[in-house]
């Protein structure tokens, strides 16, 4: 066989678009031997017709190809690009260059791309051609049990990272270069909408900029920066996005992260200077945090990975029929629109719409309202928002979703009080004269319940409740009490007890070692100071920001992470 007749070898890129630690493009490379490598990056019908995409993904997307394609013909690696269903674009590929070898990364994505990969796998399987998927996150596929699997994640982490040499290979390199590409699209390309979203740019050296400063400057605020919406924008790192479309790895972020956390303990040794001392332990502080988080990333991606049925179905099947029939398309639309009527949910929604991002609290907050206060069910509100997040990535969406609207039977509710919540983390009403313009004249007393404003100021202040700006769309006190008189039923259960089990024992977090403990989200309340710590949580949680407790005592599981989430 001459070089030249060796068939290439095929990597599909998906939502892994960096040439840094590819473990996909590393083995393709490596398994080369002597043929050429080449990549393909698919636009398929299906995937770009489903309810959760939205034009910023596209354009986003685009900016990552951009880079990307650069990044691999200076490795000597074509990208080529197709439209089409799948199967027909591989096996179409597999005619034109006779590729045996597939390579990808292992995605858990929507019920969409999970019914694809499976085509594809069979596809593979009649035409004789090697599949191979590669993890690129934490996340085990065919995992047994969640028991060890902090250690896992921490073992992939902690791994070298996967570069990719660059491809010397040139069997099939004619029939490569033969091959007809449909170019990078733009959204009138795709035939979708222009991408209307003042929002981070894609690509991978996008991601690295963020990364670099966020490790070196930002994250030294993250520790008490990330719940307000006036510093979450900064003070947050910002990555989601990157590691949602794989323009930069959790491995690479996670490392950084590490280097970062050494390098600050270090210094801590030697500083003498309370005020370096006090920057030191806040970055300690900070970065902890942030690593949490990381781990946060996977676990909850895990549970989809588990249990592809949780993006359209409850967690604790209990729960089936709750919200279900109720969903009011009036309610939706306000809260979509941010015409509530109360101003930092408002504000948190058209902020969103415009910007494609949200901090961690403030997306609690808003699902909180929609879930509790405006009963709605969480798929509408869920598809709805993973059209406005840029990083919308399936598994931490759904779970989140599902967490924060009391169908997990795993995890404390939180319902959140949309006025306290205003007044704690925007306490000027700031960020809510930005994004709400109707009450920019609003005197500083009022401003986090309009309503109240006697007719005299509405006027002075030309925002009149009603014509301007509308009253509560409920009220939030009596929804609520109602939210959690239909929940009790479901909570006081004995089969949804013992269902609830079972979804602790599939899907929630582990403590399996002191280790891992250290990287667990809830080691905070491991040990014998545990039980304080909870306790004062519960007491800092007012009776305006409900705590219910869902399971039963004896369920043998902790809180999720999620619970926690905005924890400083
Ligand atoms: C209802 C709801 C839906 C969400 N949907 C998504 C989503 O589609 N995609 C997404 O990436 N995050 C989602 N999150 C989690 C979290 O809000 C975002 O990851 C975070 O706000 C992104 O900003 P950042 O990168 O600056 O985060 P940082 O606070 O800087 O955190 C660093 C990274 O840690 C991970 N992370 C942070 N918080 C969480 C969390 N609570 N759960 C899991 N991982 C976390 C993310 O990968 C994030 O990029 C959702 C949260 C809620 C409440």
């Known amino acids: 066989m001459t070089p030249e007749s060796i068939p290439p070898i095929c990597v599909w890129l998906k939502r ?21 490598v080449f990549a393909v990056f698919l636009y398929e019908p299906e995937v770009l017709a489903q309810p959760e995409r939205d034009a910023s993904h596209a354009a986003f997307e685009r900016e990552c190809l951009i880079d990307l394609e650069a990044a691999l013909r200076s490795l000597g690696i074509r990208l080529v690009t197709r439209r089409g269903e799948a199967v027909a674009m591989f096996e179409q590929l597999r005619r034109e260059t006779g590729f045996q070898l597939l390579v990808a990364h292992e995605e ?22 090697e599949f191979l998927e590669l993890p690129q996150t934490g996340v085990v596929r065919r995992l047994r049990s ?204 058209r902020s969103l719409v415009a910007t494609g991002w949200l901090t961690f609290r403030m997306r609690a907050l808003v699902v909180s309202f929609a879930s509790y206060s405006l009963w709605l069910h969480w798929r509408p509100t869920g598809l709805f928002l993973a059209r406005q997040f840029l990083d919308f990535e399936p598994g931490i969406h759904w779970s989140q979703l599902q967490m924060q609207s009391g169908t997990t039977g795993i995890n404390t509710l939180r319902i959140y009080n949309p006025t306290k919540q205003a007044v704690e983390q925007d306490p000027r009403g700031v960020f809510i004269r930005r994004w709400v313009p109707e009450l920019a004249g609003v005197p500083p007393a009022y401003v986090h319940m309009p309503w109240t404003m006697p007719v005299d100021v509405q006027r002075a202040s030309g925002c009149v409740i009603g014509s301007d700006y509308p009253p509560p769309i409920v009220d939030h006190a009596l929804a609520v009490r109602e939210a959690k008189r239909r929940l009790a039923v479901v909570r006081n ?33 491991l040990g014998s100071g545990g039980t304080e710590i909870r306790k004062r949580k519960a007491a800092a949680a007012d009776d305006r920001q409900q705590w219910l407790p869902f399971h039963a005592p004896d369920v043998p599981t902790t809180p999720s992470p999620g619970t926690e989430g905005d924890a400083p």
Not at 177 to 188: H, I, K, P, S, Y
Not at 287 to 316: G, T, Y
Request: net charge positive; aromatic share 4%.
């Open 16 to 36: 892994d678009l960096r040439v840094a630690d590819h473990p996909a493009l590393a083995e393709g490379v490596a398994r080369a031997r002597g043929g050429a």
């Open 146 to 349: 969640r028991n060890g699997w902090n250690r896992l994640w921490e073992a992939r982490m902690e791994a070298s990272r996967a570069v990719v040499p660059r491809s010397a290979g040139r069997g099939g390199l004619p029939s490569i270069a033969r091959l007809a590409t449909v170019g990078l699209l733009d959204c009138r390309g795709l035939g979708l909408p222009a991408d209307t979203k003042d929002r981070q740019r894609g690509g991978e050296r996008a991601a690295g900029e963020v990364l670099d400063d966020f490790v070196s400057r930002r994250g030294r605020h993250y520790s008490g920066g990330i719940s307000s919406p006036l510093s979450a924008a900064t003070s947050c790192s910002r990555l989601s996005p990157y590691l949602a479309f794989g323009a930069v790895s959790m491995r690479t972020v996670w490392q950084a992260s590490e280097a970062r956390r050494r390098e600050v303990q270090a210094s801590l040794l030697t500083a003498t200077s309370p005020r370096e001392r006090a920057d030191l332990k806040a970055w300690q502080r900070s970065l902890k945090a942030v690593q949490s988080r990381l781990h946060w990333h996977c676990h909850f991606m895990q549970k989809l990975e588990d249990e592809p049925a949780i993006e359209l179905h409850n967690m604790l099947r209990a729960a089936d029929g709750l919200r279900e029939a109720e969903v009011c398309p009036e309610r939706l639309a306000a809260w979509q629109v941010g015409r509530t009527g109360y101003p930092l949910v408002d504000a948190c929604m």
């Open 108 to 129: 858990t994505g929507t019920g969409v791309t999970y019914a694809r990969d499976r085509r594809v796998r069979r596809w593979a399987r009649e035409a004789g051609v």
């Open 493 to 525: 259960d004995h089969a949804a007890r013992s269902e609830a089990r079972g979804v602790a024992e599939r899907h929630g977090s582990r403590r399996d070692r002191r280790g891992a403990m250290q990287q667990d989200p809830v080691r905070r309340t």
